[in-house]
């Protein structure tokens, strides 16, 4: 500060932040840049990280590095309110459909993907199954308790209703120790009468 001035810093929150993605993005669907369909991904990829815990380079999204563990910036939920609200702002039609299709709890941008090929409708791509839960922790019923390896677990998704968990792992495990703690997941999960689903990068090539 100078002579007890002191500087406002204004930032925008989570949902004009993601009104400001929609109005860039619909401005490259008018000039055919990208489809409609395409558009809606984005922006819904961009409301599910700033519910989740990670960040992308905000300078080079597709090839920077990426920053895990953080606090969400805010909640699907808490974005919707604000965006169902009269608002005049261009950018936030297709704000307020890509929040409608986000989730909270992503953990990475594989994840993101792999929550939008699950859940999209199929005209986006996307297989439309029932929405899962994120990294939410896995309890034990008691009769397991001293029978399980883990004392916790946090599937990537989870079909509660269904008895399915799926797990996404970037890096081949051809280890053994990954090998052993692998199969220790699924037994982990065997017991809880809970089938899991084992993703790699070679799923997300092909």
């Given at each position: 500060?100078?002579g007890g001035w002191h500087p406002?810093?204004?930032?925008e929150?989570?949902?004009?932040?993601l009104?400001?993605c929609?109005m860039?993005?619909?401005?490259r669907v008018?000039r055919?840049?990208?489809?409609?369909e395409?558009?809606?991904?984005?922006?819904?990829?961009?409301?599910?990280?700033l519910?989740?815990t990670y960040?992308?380079?905000?300078?080079?999204p597709?090839?920077?590095e990426?920053?895990y563990?953080?606090?969400?910036?805010?909640s699907?939920?808490q974005m919707?309110e604000w965006?169902r609200?009269?608002?005049?702002?261009?950018?936030?039609?297709?704000?307020?459909?890509a929040c409608?299709y986000?989730?909270?709890?992503?953990?990475?941008?594989?994840?993101t993907?792999?929550?939008?090929a699950f859940?999209?409708?199929?005209?986006?791509?996307?297989?439309h199954?029932?929405?899962?839960?994120?990294?939410?922790?896995?309890s034990?019923p008691?009769?397991?308790?001293?029978?399980?390896c883990?004392?916790?677990?946090?599937?990537?998704?989870?079909?509660?209703?269904?008895?399915?968990?799926?797990?996404?792992?970037?890096?081949?495990?051809r280890e053994?120790?990954?090998?052993?703690?692998?199969?220790r997941?699924q037994?982990?999960?065997?017991?809880?009468d809970?089938?899991?689903?084992a993703?790699?990068?070679?799923d997300s090539?092909?």
């Open positions: 500060s100078c406002r810093v204004f930032v929150g989570p949902a004009l932040a009104v400001s929609g860039d993005l619909e401005r008018r055919r840049q990208m489809s409609r395409a558009a809606v991904l984005r922006a819904s990829a961009f409301a599910m990280e519910a989740g960040c992308r380079d905000p300078a080079d597709a090839r920077g990426i920053a563990g953080l606090e969400a910036a805010g699907a939920a919707g965006l609200a009269p608002r005049r702002l261009h950018g936030i039609d297709l704000a307020r459909i409608a986000a989730a909270d709890g992503a953990a990475s941008a594989m994840e993907f792999w929550y939008h859940c999209m409708p199929p005209r986006l791509g996307g297989m199954f029932a929405r899962p839960r994120l990294n939410a922790e896995l034990w008691d009769r397991l308790r001293g029978t399980v883990h004392k916790s677990m946090r599937p990537d998704f989870l079909w509660d209703n269904n008895g399915v968990a799926c797990e996404y792992d970037g890096a081949t495990h053994e120790d990954s090998f052993v703690e692998d199969r997941r037994r982990d999960y065997a017991l809880c809970i089938d899991l689903v993703l790699t990068s070679k090539e092909s």
